[in-house]
């Protein structure tokens, strides 16, 4: 593996989160600054197995890994706090023989967490997760944001817990407002549709949080 592949390609989410239920509608999102129309909704499946030391290290620095299957950005990711959103860091994946074998963390990555935590890993959750994404384009074709729609199977695999829900996710894209003041003003206007659609703020701040009972 390279040097740049080493490194990973790192990114900055901005992001809302939003419960739903099972039978909610989708928003009407003609109200967004910026948005003239909606892409065709596109289906992924992805499947996420997460990561932690057995003292949870990893967790306690609000720092998630993950090895996920589907999806663009399959790969191996780490997630960690970062100024005005979480950084994302992403690597390739190597052939998965297994799906249902723990995953081996590559050396890659976990050079990349070593500041917060050391080897051994052992799986902790595991998340499979039916989306559907939508791209909110502006006038030029410019990617202002993705809205998705999940529908999610959840593991804890430190206690067999099962559960299941479904959420929406609004991300920055390329095209998104930039300043402060304008994505303040954007996500506002993408509340006000959630909530007119019956959807509420997330409870949990993550996928895995919610699959470990926070």
Do not use: C, Q
Not at 90 to 97: A, Q
Not at 159 to 173: D, F, H, P, Q, V
């Amino acid at each position: 593996m390279s040097a740049a592949a080493d490194a990973g390609s790192s990114s900055i989410e901005v992001e809302s989160k939003y419960d739903v239920d099972d039978d909610t509608p989708l928003p009407d999102w003609s109200g967004l600054p910026g948005v003239a129309r909606v892409g065709t909704p596109e289906p992924r499946d992805l499947d996420a197995r997460y990561v932690d030391t057995a003292s949870l290290d990893l967790a306690r620095a609000g720092v998630a890994v993950r090895r996920r299957r589907g999806g663009p950005d399959e790969g191996w990711h780490v997630k960690a706090p970062a100024e005005g959103g979480r950084s994302e860091t992403g690597w390739p994946l190597d052939e998965v023989v297994d799906e249902e074998a723990d995953p081996v963390v590559p050396t890659s990555v976990v050079d990349a967490v070593s500041a917060w935590a050391a080897p051994p890993f052992t799986p902790l959750a595991r998340v499979r997760n039916h989306r559907t994404a939508y791209a909110l384009l502006d006038a030029d074709g410019g990617a202002v944001a993705e809205f998705v729609d999940d529908r999610v199977r959840a593991r804890d695999e430190r206690t067999g817990t099962e559960s299941s829900w479904r959420e929406w996710e609004m991300e920055l894209g390329p095209a998104g407002p930039t300043d402060p003041d304008a994505r303040a003003v954007f996500f506002a206007a993408v509340d006000a549709a959630v909530f007119s659609a019956g959807g509420r703020l997330a409870a949990s701040g993550s996928k895995l949080a919610r699959a470990l009972g926070h």
